[in-house]
């Protein structure tokens, strides 16, 4: 009784399994979607010469992969004469099924590209303030040239908003310039970065003979991103977390903006301040003893490597 219900339920289901053989898969005993082409193309003009021109390979080909089919089902398909190439009653039966088989192939095919189109129409970005503000702004032009359809959105926050962003599915691609790389996260450098001590022209500092030392930056109130930045974490990363806040700020121009004003001195990315020293409205200190420099990378989820736009946006950071 229970064999009989177990062949009503797969008749049922469409027969799903019926007749397969243990131990093999359907890719050991189906043609695959060339040699199928390859059979409807010489049902529809008669020749198997023909077929192989319109599918772009050798005659000899077109024959081997006949030949191979044939072995595979255990049937023979094509009568080859001088006249040309007529399909055995087999093989117009093997058509039929074929032809269903390469129009789901078709439709799968038009579903996935529909799936890509729908991913590129658009980019999510999530970057740290100083790639947001002075790199990606060139990045996203050159992408727009290749890519005019795509709608690109940026968030800019730090670091940690931007691990938090992917992490969520918020965002297919991130921009980071802490010191290490955020939990879950897969990451390429992408280009390096300085810090610099800076203040106002009137700041006692900017009239100093020698550099600071690692001990009067950790002791002397700084204006300073917050907590969470890639500058922010440089920062306490060389300093060994001493770094004193006079004031934090949530963005780089604020903190610049400070720093012009007189407020204290400053440390910033130097990508950041190249027009305010030309201008001389700030003043680089120079430091000994610590290190300031830092990576700049590209991040994604991990296993996720970018796709589509972000792939090509990921690209333009390295030209």
Not at 178 to 196: A, E, F, M, N, Q
């Amino acid at each position: 009784m229970r064999s009989t219900e177990s062949t009503q339920r797969g008749e049922a289901n469409g027969g799903a399994g019926a007749g397969r053989r243990p131990g093999t898969s359907l890719a050991h005993r189906v043609p695959d979607l060339g040699a199928l082409e390859l059979l409807l193309a010489v049902a529809r003009l008669g020749s198997l010469g023909g077929a192989a021109r319109e599918l772009g390979i050798t005659q000899p080909a077109a024959s081997s992969r006949i030949r191979s089919m044939e072995r595979q089902l255990g049937v023979a398909l094509v009568d080859r004469s001088p006249r040309g190439s007529r399909l055995t009653d087999a093989g117009a039966l093997v058509t039929d099924w074929a032809r269903r088989v390469v129009e789901a192939a078709e439709a799968f095919d038009a579903g996935a590209q529909a799936l890509r189109d729908r991913r590129d129409s658009r980019l999510r970005v999530a970057a740290s303030m100083t790639i947001a503000e002075y790199l990606l702004p060139g990045w996203l032009i050159a992408l727009r040239a290749r890519r005019p359809d795509t709608a690109v959105s940026l968030l800019a926050g730090n670091s940690a908003v931007v691990a938090e962003r992917l992490l969520g599915g918020e965002a297919d691609l991130g921009f980071v310039e802490g010191v290490s790389v955020p939990s879950g996260l897969d990451s390429v450098v992408i280009g390096h970065d300085r810090l610099l001590v800076v203040t106002a022209p009137a700041h006692p500092w900017a009239r100093r003979r020698r550099p600071l030392s690692a001990e009067e930056l950790a002791t002397t109130p700084l204006i300073l991103r917050e907590k969470g930045s890639g500058t922010r974490q440089v920062l306490d990363a060389a300093l060994g977390g001493l770094a004193r806040p006079l004031i934090e700020l949530s963005s780089t121009t604020a903190v610049k903006a400070s720093a012009v004003s007189g407020a204290g001195p400053a440390v910033l990315s130097e990508l950041a301040v190249g027009e305010e020293l030309s201008l001389r409205r700030l003043v680089p200190v120079p430091v000994e003893g610590v290190t300031l420099e830092r990576d700049l990378r590209a991040v994604w989820p991990t296993g996720h490597r970018p796709a589509g736009p972000a792939r090509e946006l990921l690209s333009l950071t390295r030209t």
